[in-house]
């Protein structure tokens, strides 16, 4: 009875990954048909086939929604997995990246080497990493000396975050030409992303989420709680510090080329948490393809909500996980652990 209900459930999973896999391959399609200028399916697959295509598609798909539904699909992924992380590491359901100060905190690293070295820009995806790094790290260290209780992690994450913000606007206000697009940077969007910005993000973000699934069952029992999974034999300590760096690297490298997108590592773990369980190994992946698909679909709402005018996908976003998350705040009232 056991072996079928085992079964059952891994089979019930492959349907739901099955599911998952068509609706993200189908948004990254329609952002690549869909647009001010609409083409055709078969101009479409021409020109990633390869065959001869009419150029002004190519130059549509190759130099503009290719890079921009690639850089979707990373940066929803990236950011849902960090959250994923994020949440089990501190046992706590309302942190995220925004949240808790790692995009803030990855803005700010970002504008600071800017002013101080324009000509640094290359090395953006390392120097989110580390802004990311510092405000998780930052605010895990507060939440842990003054009570690691959920509301405390929230706060200390919301003081951490305004005062990067702080120091975002006083990098402008003093170096007003050390971040181009600055505006369109802390709201978020993917507008003008190219391949080459694009790449060694992507090579961090794919080497970071192999690392966390290989992960998957240090994160189960972690889960259990400190004291526990310290009784099964396990490295307490050094996985969190191993995870937080993770939940960064993913994180940072989402925001070197999306910019301070939010509420996308708090809205997809919590859905996905309903749909494919607790277990890491299917968080993990239901949550890397459903951010992939969220963030993609806001995207192409952001691009013909208002075409041929363009919203910043941030914003899409930030209505949509403003509401969920004080829902979940609400949800969680009274609860201390």
């Known amino acids: ?158 003081a951490i975050s305004a005062l990067f913000s702080a120091g975002i606007d006083a990098v402008v206000t003093l170096v007003p030409n050390a971040v181009i697009g600055i505006t369109d940077f802390r709201i978020g969007g993917f507008t003008g992303v190219t391949m080459t910005q694009l790449a060694p993000a992507a090579v961090l973000i794919l080497v970071s989420l192999g690392i966390a699934l290989s992960l998957s069952q240090q994160m189960d029992i972690l889960a259990l709680g400190s004291d526990t999974a310290q009784s099964l034999g396990l490295s307490v300590q050094p996985l969190r510090f191993i995870l937080l760096v993770l939940a960064a690297a993913l994180a940072g490298a989402a925001v070197s080329f999306c910019g301070l997108i939010s509420f996308v590592g708090l809205i997809i773990p919590h859905t996905m948490r309903h749909l494919s369980g ?31 005018f363009e919203l910043p996908v941030g914003i899409i976003l930030a209505l949509a996980g403003a509401p969920f998350f004080l829902w979940l705040l609400f949800k969680q009232k009274g609860v201390h652990t």
């Open 1 to 158: 009875m056991k072996s079928l209900q085992i079964f059952s459930t891994r089979r019930s999973n492959g349907i739901f990954f099955a599911v998952l896999c068509i609706l993200t391959l189908a948004a990254a399609a329609l952002s690549l048909w869909i647009g001010s200028v609409m083409l055709s399916p078969g101009q479409v697959l021409d020109v990633l086939t390869g065959r001869e295509a009419d150029l002004t598609a190519s130059r549509i798909i190759l130099y503009s929604r290719l890079p921009r539904t690639l850089a979707a699909m990373l940066a929803g992924a990236a950011l849902a997995v960090s959250g994923v992380i994020i949440q089990t590491v501190l046992s706590n359901p309302l942190a995220s990246p925004g949240v808790i100060g790692v995009n803030s905190g990855a803005g700010f690293a970002v504008a600071f080497v800017c002013a101080v070295s324009p000509t640094a820009q290359q090395y953006t995806p390392l120097v989110a990493f580390c802004g990311a790094l510092t405000g998780v790290l930052l605010v895990t260290t507060l939440s842990w000396r003054t009570g690691a209780s959920r509301m405390t992690v929230v706060l200390a994450g919301v």
């Open 278 to 308: 607790e277990n890491s190994l299917p968080l993990l992946l239901s949550s890397a393809l459903g951010g992939a698909f969220f963030v993609t679909v806001c995207d192409l709402l952001a691009r013909i909500l208002f075409s041929p």
